[in-house]
């Protein structure tokens, strides 16, 4: 399937929803018409803001944003009643020349009541039924995933180990050039690599304290927990090269923890892994090495393989890491 024709399918989809919200807007902003600049605030505006670059990013992108916005237009529906309500009261029951004192009060009014009983439960009962059916989607983890990647969250890295294959790639804390942060300058920022249109199954681990990996790009979060496993089941559908961060504040370092998710092709995927193995990086770096050697400002810090011997050797020796950070 071309990528083009994908986007297309992408769009039809949610259409409904988005031209509800696009026309609305045009409908609002009548008077603010003018040129191809509205049209392109419009299309924001019929993806709820959400980034560009998560159209299309995955198979389930299109879930989330679905959700996202129909949630909006539910939440201004219930807005424009509610103020529409406020406004008539205010203007309906307002005192008038001449009167004084509380006007009659209302008091267990059944009706009334069962109204305002009944219609929270409604509104949180659709909230409910569309979150629960398209997490259940989200959630379910592929039977036969093609891909498997471990992503193991460290202070202040992740490490990736391409169990497949073999070969792992030691995450480093993103290292600021003379300029600061440079999202485009080589061997500062690690990069996980996926190949597009694969069924992956990402497994999150954690070696030191909970961490949170988050590609904004593929509109999916998930906590990665020390002794415990989570599962993320995504593919990818377009290539390019994501930013994705840590999402839990976890320490000094939290905001280091940024990394790149490169969506490439097979081949390109298959030359990253053989990359790795001619550098030496075969075997896995698990959970299990500890997190001794994730700790300070300057651990983590571009180096490879010496990095995982000291790794293990640290670990060897005792994880006593939590008491020296202080
Ligand atoms: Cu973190």
Not at 40 to 66: I, K, Q
Not at 99 to 107: C, I, K, T
Not at 143 to 165: C, L, Q, S
Request: glycine share 10%.
């Amino acid at each position: 399937m071309s990528q083009q024709h994908r986007t297309r399918t992408t769009r039809s989809r949610s259409g409904t929803a988005k031209a509800a919200v696009a026309w609305a807007v045009i409908a609002s902003s009548a008077t603010f018409v003018t040129t191809g600049c509205t049209a392109a605030v419009n299309a924001d505006v019929a993806r709820g803001w959400l980034p560009p670059e998560t159209e299309g990013a995955t198979t389930t992108t299109d879930l989330s944003e679905n959700l996202w916005v129909g949630s909006w237009i539910a939440a201004l529906a219930v807005g424009v009643i509610t103020w529409g309500l406020i406004i008539y009261c205010i203007v309906k029951f307002r005192r008038r020349r001449g009167e004084a004192g509380l006007p009659p009060q209302l008091r267990y009014n059944v009706p009334v009541e069962m109204l305002f009983t009944i219609m929270p439960l409604f509104m949180v009962g659709v909230l409910f039924y569309f979150t629960a059916r398209d997490q259940h989607i989200l959630e379910n983890r592929y039977d036969e995933p093609a891909v498997n990647i471990e992503v193991v969250g460290k202070r202040w890295g992740w490490d990736f180990n391409y169990t497949d294959a073999g070969v792992f790639d030691a995450g480093i804390q993103a290292q600021e050039t003379p300029d600061g942060l440079d999202f485009d300058a080589p061997g500062t920022i690690s990069t996980l690599y996926l190949p597009v249109n694969e069924k992956i199954e990402l497994t999150l681990t954690a070696r030191d304290v909970i961490h949170d990996f988050y590609v904004p790009a593929f509109s999916y979060k998930k906590d990665v927990i020390p002794g415990r496993t989570n599962y993320m089941s995504i593919t990818p559908t377009k290539e390019g090269t994501f930013i994705g961060r840590c999402a839990e504040l976890c320490g000094e370092g939290h905001s280091r923890m940024i990394f790149k998710v490169a969506v490439v092709s097979q081949e390109a995927y298959q030359q990253r892994l053989e990359e790795l193995r001619a550098a030496g990086n075969v075997g896995q770096l698990g959970p299990e090495i500890g997190p001794a050697h994730s700790l300070g400002e300057d651990s983590n810090v571009p180096g490879g393989g010496d990095q995982v011997e000291d790794q293990q050797g640290e670990n060897a020796g005792g994880q006593n890491a939590e008491g020296s950070n202080g």
